[in-house]
T-cell receptor
């Protein structure tokens, strides 16, 4: 059975801190690793990672994938209160009849205090 | 449309009633996915469509759950004879393509919060 595990489950920091969120995965026919930010409404897409060792960056957020160790991290530098959210990672299946199926982790709850 | 929309946003129903949840994907998106999200958990896959064809329904919990997308656009997830354990957030997502990386880049709607009393 496909499995994605995130750690820590929750994190409380102060503005300006740097945080690292972890995601490990075991996904059949793995094709990509996705990160989402979930606030009060829909999860919003952050990154899709397909190749090992290539960092993707968007502003203060960056992410990298290690396909040998089945692991990804999401870094947020100089955190702001607006970064407070649940961060979800998901493994993407690209094989057989389950093509396109995302298996999600349980999420990391990030709280940034002023 | 600008994004994935779902209706109703909130639904309270009594045990034993049937409910229908609607999803309107991003215009032009070929694939549509249904997920269920319990409190404090990530979304869990239920089923997905490639145009009007239901390609995978392995995540549907039992035969009380069904979904359709008759014209390859709007989809309806129906739960018959609801039970309290069906209470959850039901989310819909869509992607531009059926295959390739574009199939995995999924955009989510706001969800329908279902409460069965």
């Amino acid at each position: 059975e496909d499995k994605v595990v995130q750690s820590p489950l929750s994190l409380v920091v102060h503005e300006g801190d740097t945080v690292t969120l972890n995601c490990s995965y075991e996904v059949t026919n793995f094709r990509s690793l996705l990160w989402y930010k979930q606030e009060k409404k829909a999860p919003t897409f952050l990154f899709m990672l397909t190749s090992s060792g290539i960092e993707k960056k968007s502003g203060r957020l960056s992410s990298i994938l290690d396909k040998k160790e089945l692991f990804s991290i999401l870094n947020i530098t100089a955190t702001q209160t607006g970064d407070s959210a649940v961060y979800l990672c998901a493994g993407g299946n690209a094989g057989g009849t389950s093509y396109g199926k995302l298996t999600f982790g349980q999420g990391t709850i990030l709280t940034v205090h002023p | 449309g600008a994004g994935v929309s779902q209706s109703p946003r909130y639904k309270v129903t009594k045990r034993g009633q049937d409910v229908a949840l609607r999803c309107d994907p991003i215009s032009g998106h070929v694939s549509l996915y249904w997920y269920r999200q319990a409190l404090g958990q990530g979304p869990e896959f239920l089923t997905y469509f490639n145009y009007e064809a239901q390609q995978d329904k392995s995540g549907l919990p039992n035969d009380r759950f069904s979904a359709e997308r008759p014209e390859g656009s709007i989809s309806t997830l129906t739960i018959q004879r609801t039970e309290q354990r069906d209470s959850a957030m039901y989310r819909c997502a869509s992607s531009l393509a059926a295959y390739g990386l574009a199939a995995l880049e999924q955009y989510f709607g706001p969800g329908t919060r279902l409460t069965v009393t």
